[in-house]
Nanobody
């Protein structure tokens, strides 16, 4: 089945930046859309950003629009989430996910495989 592995999380001060990576092993991530979701303590998992197989189409939640950028490197089977101007409300576990198809969706059930997540903590 393969797996997705997120990395790049950590502790950052408000206003800082982080770049999350999602590496796929044993699966061809480059054939599908990729999504990033996050889940804060006591809250539902929510969509953050999504990117099509080609990279041409992207979707963003309102919370991250203008601050977050999703991208991918199909040659290396990897996807990224660049997060700038972080604030404490961005604190959550961030997950990457492989889509069912080539276009990203907003819902969790648009995605078939998930990583274990990486913790992002933003201090004020």
């Amino acid at each position: 089945q393969g797996q997705l592995v997120e990395s790049g999380g950590g502790l950052v001060q408000a206003g800082g930046s982080l770049r999350l990576s999602c590496a796929a092993s044993g699966r061809t991530l480059s054939n599908y859309a990729v999504g990033w979701f996050r889940q804060a303590p006591g809250k539902e998992r929510e969509f953050v950003a999504g990117i099509s197989r080609s990279g041409f189409n992207t979707l963003y939640a309102e919370s991250g629009r203008g601050r977050f950028t999703i991208s991918r490197d199909n040659a290396n089977n990897t996807a990224f989430l660049q997060m700038n101007n972080l604030n404490p409300e961005d604190t959550a576990v961030y997950y990457c996910a492989q889509g069912f198809s080539t276009l990203p969706g907003l819902m969790s059930n648009n995605y078939v495989s998930w990583g274990q997540g990486t913790q992002v903590t933003v201090s004020s």
